[in-house]
Structures are given as C-alpha cells and as structure tokens.
C-alpha cells in the first residue's frame, strides 16, 4: 500500500494537521453528518490512490476534516477489513498516514459481540487490552522507519485515556464497561465451541477489526483509545442467530449515548 502516494493526493485539500483522529465502527458513523462534520472537508476514501470504495453495510468511506468539540480532528468513516480480502498494509494505512500527517492521538470503536454475560447489548465498553487471533501481526515484514522493529504493547490502550472516559461517562450518568477486545479474521461469526474458549482466555467482547489498527497506530507513535459498542451476544450465549442487521441496529439505538460520551471525551482533551 503506497501511504506515499495517498499522502500526496490529500495533503492539499487539508484545511489543518488534525491532533486526533476517531475511527467510525459499524453503525457508528452518524457522528461524520454531525453540522461540523458538514462544515468541514470530506475527502472520499475513492480520491486517494490506492484506497478502494468499502463494501460493507454501514461504512461511510470518507474522511472528514473538522473542528469538533474545540479540537481539530478527522473522522474516519469507515474502515478497511482483512475479511474483505485487503492486505494489511491497506487494513492498517489510515494509521500510518495519521502518523505521518502529525495526529497525536486515536479513538478507535467498533461493533463487537459480548462475550461476558455480566455485559448487555447495547452498553459501551472501553477497550483495556486485546488478543491478537488474525493470524498475522501488520508489521510483519521490513520494518517501517521511524518505528521501532519491536515496539512495546504493554499499554497499548492508554490508561489516561481510559481513566478520562470513564469520568467522562460518569459525568453523563452512563455506565462504561471495561474488558479485553479479542480480534478475529471473520467474515463468518464465531462457533459457540469458540465463543467458550475465548471466554477461557479472558476475552470480554469479540470483532473484525481494530487489533491491526491499534498496533500500527502504537508503532507511529499515536497514542490510543478504543471504544466496542456490544451490539450482540456473542454465538452460543442466547437462542438466536447472529446477524449483520442486527448489529447494524444495536449501534444506532446507541448511537445518542456513544456520541455524547465521544464529545465529553474530546472536549478539553489535553495531549
């Protein structure tokens, strides 16, 4: 993936250098039609070479420029998937263009399935840490300068950020859970033989995406937040099917409290 050449197409429509950038999950997108996301830049993913249109449900596909809640940022519409066949340099080159463009800071969420039963459908969940079960990591090969080859993840999601959501979410009268985020390939949901065993390693919620992310995003020295939105109890923990619609509906029945919780976080944000 050229992060080169996508570089060089965006940087002239920039309106300023973001200090964070807000990764949009599965039903979480309402946020880039917020009046300053329409009073910003909205840069297709399709401009920028190499960046294919998205071909999953709820996935916007564009990043916007703009100055939300006091702070300059760029939200992330829409997400690259390893299940749709992309490479990890693709998966992973939002995260390195972030790096390279200057942002300080990202707040990764997601749609994910509740593995702990103590969780609900429809409650938020700041992410602590997670398991790694793509089967890759995204900085096999050369490594990419000026990160270090073997980069450190014992905090990968920062603590400080973690501690500020949490007040923030007390602030607003809501309940965030804390929990390991277990990261898999899909596209197919997981086995209930499955669902038990990441249960055994300690696994909280279970999804598609965000591990690739996290990592490359540590290795450009960013430091991370992560959101999962529990859209649906994960395979084999209630009598029903999982579906993609579902998880569609979830994350816009939480769509009012995940926004307030996002804007509490950001405003007065110190990095």
Do not use: W
């Not at 401009?47 to 916007?60: C, K, M, W």
């Not at 501690?163 to 898999?184: F, K, N, P, S």
Request: hydrophobic letters at 45%; one cysteine or more.
């Amino acid at each position: 993936m050229p992060v080169s050449a996508a570089l060089q197409a965006l940087r002239p429509r920039l309106p300023f250098v973001p200090d964070l950038a807000i990764v949009l999950g599965s039903g979480l997108g309402a946020l880039a039609d917020s009046p300053e996301a329409k009073a910003g830049v909205s840069v297709p993913f399709t401009d920028l070479p190499g960046f294919p249109a998205p071909t999953v449900a709820g996935h916007g596909g564009r990043l916007v420029f703009c100055e939300f809640e006091g702070r300059k940022v760029v939200l992330q519409a829409g997400r690259f998937h390893f299940y749709e066949g992309h490479p990890m340099a693709l998966v992973t080159a939002p995260m390195r263009i972030y790096g390279r463009l200057g942002v300080k800071a990202v707040l990764l969420t997601n749609a994910a399935g509740a593995l702990n039963t103590a969780f609900g459908v429809g409650e938020l969940m700041a992410l602590t840490d997670h398991l790694n079960f793509f089967g890759t990591n995204p900085l096999i090969g050369p490594n990419v300068a000026p990160g270090p080859r073997f980069p450190d993840m014992t905090a990968i999601y920062d603590p400080a950020f973690r501690a500020r959501l949490q007040a923030c979410a007390r602030d607003l009268g809501q309940t965030l859970r804390e929990g390991v985020y277990l990261g898999l390939t899909g596209p197919s949901y997981e086995t209930p033989a499955e669902i038990r065993a990441f249960r055994t390693l300690g696994a909280d919620a279970v999804g598609m995406s965000t591990v690739p992310e996290a990592i490359v995003a540590r290795h450009e020295g960013l430091r991370v937040a992560g959101i999962s939105c529990l859209c649906n109890m994960a395979a084999g923990l209630l009598p029903q099917p999982l579906t993609h619609q579902e998880v569609l509906e979830a994350g816009a029945a939480a769509a009012d409290r995940f926004e307030a919780l996002v804007r509490a976080f950001v405003r007065g944000l110190e990095l």
